[in-house]
Nanobody, 118 residues
Framework: QVQLVESGGGLVQSGGSLRLSCAASGFTFSSYTMSWYRQAPGKERELVAA????????NYAASVEGRFTISRDNAKNTVYLQMNSLKPEDTAVYYC???????????WGQGTQDTVSS
């Protein structure tokens, strides 16, 4: 049974930083590209960043390129999202999933709320 548990969100001022974590279980984590998504109020969920199974390749949405960094620790079955220079428009609930361009799992965790104040 797939489980994805996101954590690390919070309230931060514009320009601040947060580090999100996603602990995964129920599948062979090291075999999957992993990704972060976010959903802002009244908007559709969007892909933010993705990282290949071994961590050698990453991709980012244009809106976060240069500010966010995705990484992973396959020994801990965990994927991270370091978010720097945060902006109010980064306010959203952040989720992790597998897949490079579309979510692989139908299951979604509870997400972690990130609120950036101006």
């Amino acid at each position: 049974q797939v489980q994805l548990v996101e954590s690390g969100g919070g309230l931060v001022q514009s320009g601040g930083s947060l580090r999100l974590s996603c602990a995964a279980s129920g599948f062979t984590f090291s075999s999957y590209t992993m990704s972060w998504y976010r959903q802002a109020p009244g908007k559709e969920r969007e892909l933010v960043a993705a990282i290949s199974s071994a961590g050698g390749s990453t991709n980012y949405a244009a809106s976060v390129e240069g500010r966010f960094t995705i990484s992973r620790d396959n020994a801990k079955n965990t994927v991270y999202l370091q978010m720097n220079s945060l902006k109010p428009e980064d306010t959203a609930v952040y989720y992790c999933n597998a897949g490079a361009t579309m979510p692989f799992f139908r299951y979604w965790g509870q997400g972690t709320q990130d609120t950036v104040s101006s």
